[in-house]
């Protein structure tokens, strides 16, 4: 299967379908679309999709979504009723008392209606509000068969899945591409009962005890008074928090680096944080910590451009989520395990494996591949599949446990109480998308939205007049196994191992690991988030953390905030660096990549045609960008100037040299370039297209015309600015810039 191949049928299908619809039909004759675009008066199929709007891929061919759910409701039959299944003639006019008379209380359908309509909303999670899900297929390898018998990690398996993504601070409405830590958490409906991973983009937590868990999100959500900022951690109450406590000092430099900023959640790895245990067939147990590797490496946005794209498209990650999988180019992460010897000490290499602001450098203990996650398949109802989802900690199949880790302790009450409020009730469970693919026979009845008939007179343990049922499972019919751990004679305290005491020499190794460009990202990143606090005392007691952290980065935010650099308080921790931190240096596919060609009708169409055939057969997206919408020749435009802009793309090829549209706004003098200030002028929106692309770290490449932007813009034979005599040379150029995601050397090479 090649999902390019799909988008292109998708793209060339729209365009004909298009063509259709704009020629007048005969009205109601068989097989006709609908006429114009009157009000349809008999069902009929919906609308073709238009190739100038969203990306060409974001429908299938016949505009219908596939793979919705047998289970799925609603929509069905040709009419109109009510919740109960009566006709309605009218859904437009309260019955009322004569057309100007006061409406009836007897107007079911109105009251019905309106109720409803007035219940929509639930409230939204305390945390991790705005999110987007997506189902999809895991494969087991085989390879943890040794480590744990869980059974949908056996070889070969397949377990079906529904992940979601979310940002962590923001409201529902907030917008996607937030500095913030981002949630990645999976349901496995494995037949042994469902697992649930709960985990983020970021391997390490603000906290290590559950019971702070209120404090840091106090801190970090808007102030009590204003309510603002939204979706920020740009603020005085976060930095207050962080800054006193200083446990929070590892989670917070990877928010500040470029992780904090996703390019989609197609590009971003995630991590269970926790420790777990494992254990296998023979009773044997290990302790482990998740990992999901992306397929398509791990890529980020630069904080411009996350800025920009949060006014132009605060959507941005959800539709490239939905966009990919509706376009075939399947999202793939692999599952990956570290395994360490299940130790009295439960510690790694003097690592505290119950501390959740610890990693384990993959350099020291590998992450080691156990199967394949693909997401095939968009969610049919937001609301009932992304919003009613509900994850617990404590759904664990049989050969997975927890440990002793405080933070992962507290989760297991946390969860479960949540939904109470959130779902209203104990029932969530039977929510269709929370449902086990296992088979349920618990002994648990009544309550709120209650969806179950149970028949039986005996919901207990034991009973006769029931038959005895149901019965516990034995040791040959894969039950739960709660791991019989040691449980250390200890007295009862409020407080914390040592080892939880050093707060540094882990946030150090991150700086450490960082490549120049990524720490130049960092120091501007604190830079402006400090800057933004209103409290010099929160300013410098942060400066002091940074010093702790190391010099350099200390010097660099403190000269941005014109304030002098204070030295660290204790010798700076001498750690190694772990490279695999870093997500500059490493080369990957560059499938599913969005290409902007900029043509106009002067362009060489058959050349564009040839380049968007090109980019369709390495699996990417084109995209032309044209004066205006509609069809440039016969191609179809999927963007106009107007609505086109640089941050939708992650390489820009330029066909053309358009002219200033005539009613365009007055354009500031052209660069002198090669060119000089006298050549023709070009629309100065693509200038600002490519300059956007130039900044950002872009490819960008043109050939014929198109050369002149370049020129005009100053930016010819920089660094990944490829030109050429042939279309398709040019791309070629340009796909392997693209396997490094950007051309970093456009960056600094170095800080001091
Ligand atoms: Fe959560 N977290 N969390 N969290 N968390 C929730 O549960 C909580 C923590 C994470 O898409 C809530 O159902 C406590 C770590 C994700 O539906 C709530 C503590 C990690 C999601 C909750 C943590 C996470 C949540 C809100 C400290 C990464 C979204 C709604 C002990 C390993 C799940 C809900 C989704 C959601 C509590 C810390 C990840 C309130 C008390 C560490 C991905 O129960």
Redesign the pocket.
Known sequence: RNPAKVVKDVVESAAEKVTEVLTPQVPGAPGSAPPSLAEPTTPHDPLPPKPDQGTPQTRTPTGVKTGVPSTAKGQQGAFLTTANGARLRDTDHSLKAGPRGPVLLQDHHFREKIMHFDHERIPE????AR?A?AHGIFTAYGTAENVTQAGFLKKGRETEVFV???T?LGSRGSADTVRDTR???TKFYTDEGTFDL???NMPV?F?Q??I??PDIIHAAKPHPDREIPQAQSAHDTFWDFVSLHTEAQHHTIWNMSDRGIPRSYRTMEG????TFRLINAAGETVLAKFHWKPKLGVHSLVWEEAQTINGIDPDFHRRDLYDAIESGAFPEWELGIQIFPDTPEETFAGIDLLD?TKIVPEELAPVQPVGKLTLNRTPTNFFAETEQ????LGHLPPGIDVTNDP??Q??L???L???LT?LAGPNFPQIPINRPHAPVNDMLRDGFHQQAIHAGVAPYRPNSLDGGNPFPAGDDDHPFIDVPVQVAQAPKVRASPASFDDHFSQTRLFWLSMSPVEQEHIIRAYTFELGKCYHQAIKERQLQCLANIDPVLCAQVAAGLGLPAPQPTAPLADVAPSPALSQVGREWPADGRMIGIVVDPDADLDAVREVRDAVFAADMVPLLIAPHGGMIGDLPAQRSFATGRSVEFDAVLLAAAPPPAPDALPARDAKAGAAGPASAPIDPRVLLLVEECWRHAKAIGAWGPGVAVLEQAGITGSPGVVTGDSAGDVFTSLQQLLATHRVWNRFPASIS
């Open positions: 999670r305390v945390v991790h999110g899900g979601r993504f979310s962590v949630g990645f958490a709960v985990g983020n937590f906290i005890d559950a702070k868990f991590f269970g944080v926790h959740p989802v509900a994850f617990h933070l992962l507290g989760r009450f946390s969860y109480d949540t939904q959130r």
